[in-house]
T-cell receptor, first 112, second 115 residues
Framework: RKEVEQDPGPFNVPEGATVAFNCTYS??????FFWYRQDCRKEPKLLMS???SGNEDGRFTAQLNRASQYISLLIRDSKLSDSATYLC?????????????FGKGTRLSVIA | EPEVTQTPSHQVTQMGQEVILRCVPI?????FYWYRQILGQKVEFLVS????????KSEIFDDQFSVERPDGSNFTLKIRSTKLEDSAMYFC?????????????FGDGTRLSIL
């Protein structure tokens, strides 16, 4: 059973579109949750942490459902620069200084 | 903004040789990590390091691998007797131990190619 599963990609969307990514995790003991983005052949970069109450950062909104072990990321008003692979990431403990478990990622292409 | 730096950016080595990958974590961080990503696959945890010793390691991190913090700034990953399947991107990361949901910050990686 895969530890972190994500929507298969790629998602090809026009500029200005709203796009949603989903993720499920298998370990109910997971405590810390993140979305990272990864450009082609580059390092993962933190996009946002995900909190139980849900949180928003500009055009990005993350939600967490612990009961369903489900995490989502919503991107509004997509920009060309949003094209990347979005990685759903979990770890077991606060404050997040234990190994990160990565999903395989969902590739997003925003088209002009 | 402080960042994690890694050297070299690309390392080409003959199979069976030893390689050392170097990292300088963010200066006030206390936890250090190595991950790898084989081309087309997900990022995988190798090892974490705190207080001058290994905290956790994955099944990938076998006797072929070792880590060291030789001084106050560098954090190294050594791979002895490299194999073809060691070809991957190797990412160093560091994190602070304070605060809820404290993320790990990644360096831009070393691409290791084993011939």
């Amino acid at each position: 059973r895969k530890e972190v599963e994500q929507d298969p990609g790629p998602f090809n969307v026009p500029e200005g579109a709203t796009v949603a990514f989903n993720c499920t995790y298998s370990n109910s003991a997971s405590q810390s949750f993140f979305w990272y983005r990864q450009d082609c052949r580059k390092e993962p970069k933190l996009l946002m942490s995900v909190y139980s109450s849900g949180n928003e950062d500009g055009r990005f909104t993350a939600q967490l459902n612990r009961a369903s072990q489900y995490i989502s990321l919503l991107i509004r008003d997509s920009k060309l620069s949003d094209s990347a692979t979005y990685l759903c990431v979990v770890s077991l403990s606060h404050p997040g200084n234990t190994p990160l478990v990565f999903g395989k990622g969902t590739r997003l292409s925003v088209i002009a | 903004e402080p960042e994690v730096t890694q050297t070299p950016s690309h390392q080409v080595t003959q199979m069976g040789q030893e390689v050392i990958l170097r990292c300088v974590p963010i200066s006030n961080h206390l936890y250090f990590y190595w991950y790898r990503q084989i081309l087309g696959q997900k990022v995988e945890f190798l090892v974490s390091f705190y207080n001058n010793e290994i905290s956790e390691k994955s099944e990938i991190f076998d006797d072929q691998f070792s880590v060291e913090r030789p001084d106050g700034s560098n954090f190294t990953l050594k791979i002895r007797s490299t194999k073809l399947e060691d070809s991957a991107m190797y990412f160093c990361a560091s994190s602070d131990n304070q605060g809820y949901n404290q993320p790990q910050h990644f360096g831009d990686g070393t691409r290791l190619s084993i011939l």
